[in-house]
């Protein structure tokens, strides 16, 4: 059985950092991803990585901010995010898929998600 566990959400002053974790199990994927969700509002790509060459891409809103890592030995994914805004106020959600393009900023590719984390962002 497949699981994907998100942990690290909290409520942040802007200008603080966070780091969010990903724990999958059950079997490999060829990419993790990390999408998030404010209130009213669509959910929003954030960012990709390779699991085998980790290689990463962003969306525009995260590049400079946000960097994604990875474990390979843990099977886990890191959303490190610094200078946090209001307007980063979001559940987080991790995401992996077994066949995820490359340069791939929808959501329809991935398999399994993850149940959320809320990032809160005070000003």
């Known amino acids: 059985q497949v699981q994907l566990v998100e942990s690290g959400g909290g409520l942040v002053q802007a200008g603080d950092s966070l780091r969010l974790s990903c724990a999958a199990s059950?079997?490999?994927?060829?990419?993790m991803g990390w999408f998030r969700q404010a209130p009213g509002k669509e959910r929003e790509f954030v960012g990709k990585?390779?699991?085998?060459?980790?290689?990463?891409y962003y969306a525009e809103s995260a590049k400079g901010r946000f960097t994604i890592s990875r474990d390979n030995a843990q099977n886990t994914v890191y959303l490190q995010m610094n200078n946090l805004k209001p307007e980063d106020t979001a559940v987080y959600y991790c995401?992996?898929?077994?066949?995820?393009?490359?340069?791939?900023?929808?959501?329809?590719?991935?398999?399994?998600w993850g149940q959320g984390t809320q990032v809160t962002v005070s000003s």
């Open positions: 995401a992996a898929g077994r066949t995820v393009p490359a340069y791939y900023s929808g959501y329809g590719a991935y398999d399994y």
């Open positions: 059950g079997r490999t994927f060829n990419a």
């Open positions: 990585i390779s699991m085998s060459g980790g290689s990463t």
